[in-house]
């Protein structure tokens, strides 16, 4: 443990932004997964409230993955690998129909 008040006001800040990146990444794998998971229901039975369910969940994962990127949680490289991984994942449920 440090013994100089700058070291562990830095330690307690490190821990504090440490845990805020840690839920913001947490709820943008949480989202994500309620996408892929919507695009499934939605490829089983495709219609247009399933339709609006992944229209939904994209917007509320792109949504989070934007900010975790404006907040610097996530590289902007990063987050926009993993949209194109949500955006795949619909198109090729889309053409496969």
């Given amino acids: ?42 490829k089983a039975n495709p219609s247009e409230e399933a339709k609006k369910a992944v229209d939904q969940a994209m917007s509320a994962a792109y949504s989070k993955i934007d900010k975790a990127v404006k907040c610097r949680i996530l590289h902007r490289n990063n987050g926009a690998r993993k949209k194109s991984q949500l ?11």
């Fill in 1 to 42: 443990m440090a013994n100089i008040k700058s070291a562990i006001k830095r330690i307690q800040i490190a821990e504090r932004n440490r845990l805020r990146n840690k839920s913001y990444k947490s709820a943008v794998k949480t989202l994500m997964k309620k996408y892929y998971a919507a695009v499934e229901d939605y």
């Fill in 87 to 97: 955006a795949n994942a619909l198109k090729q449920v889309t053409t496969a129909s």
